[in-house]
């Protein structure tokens, strides 16, 4: 049993990602920023802390990670403005980086997108740049630091099913699109997988079960 906090704890996938976690026996420190969310994260046996780390010091998050084996970064800003895109995607998740690494945690992932990195080709005039360029400064930070860290990267979001199986971009993955479902059970599984430390895992829904394909 490891104590996991996951940073973003009311979002679709940190939802998913902790009611894997506690059902498997983890005990999982959701961070809210709206205390009005209590009750949807306590449904998945999950703890909620309200701790928004956006207005957060390094000092103050590492203050509430203290104590935890690992540290899941699954929040975001949303897109849309790109000043608060910077403060979130970027800005408090070096913080929480920094927190752990500060607080003694080993151990940190962090979600991205197929494809980020400082090359990303994402157009200044695009609205989605400011995001590409927040998760490629996050992504090298976290790579940087001396965290036993995993980026993991899946490509479009959606909504349907899990399968249970995904494809790699080592395997051939292109970049489609991959069930929330599925990302959730990636997360647990690269908690549950130490050999996963060191990589950045981008992938879409595919035809190998998800513990062979991070193998």
Known sequence: ???IAVVGGHGKIALKLAKILTESGHQVTSLIRNPDQTADIEKTGATA?????????????AGTVTGHDAVVFAAGAGGGDADRTY???RDA??????????????RFVLVSYFGAGPDHGVSPDD??????????????????SDLSWTIVAPSGLTDDAGTGSITTKEQGATGAS?????VAAVI???????STA?????FDQGETPIADALS
């Open 1 to 3: 049993m490891s104590r």
């Open 49 to 61: 802390v309200v701790a928004d780390v956006e207005a957060q010091t390094t000092q103050e998050i």
């Open 87 to 89: 403060a979130v995607d």
């Open 93 to 106: 998740a070096i913080r929480c980086i920094d927190a752990a690494s500060a607080s003694g945690v080993p």
């Open 127 to 144: 609205s989605f740049y400011a995001y590409a360029e927040a998760k490629a400064e996050a992504d090298q930070h976290l790579k940087n």
């Open 178 to 182: 991959v069930s929330r479902d599925d």
């Open 188 to 194: 647990a599984t690269v908690l549950d997988t130490p």
């Open 198 to 202: 060191g990589r950045m895992i981008e």
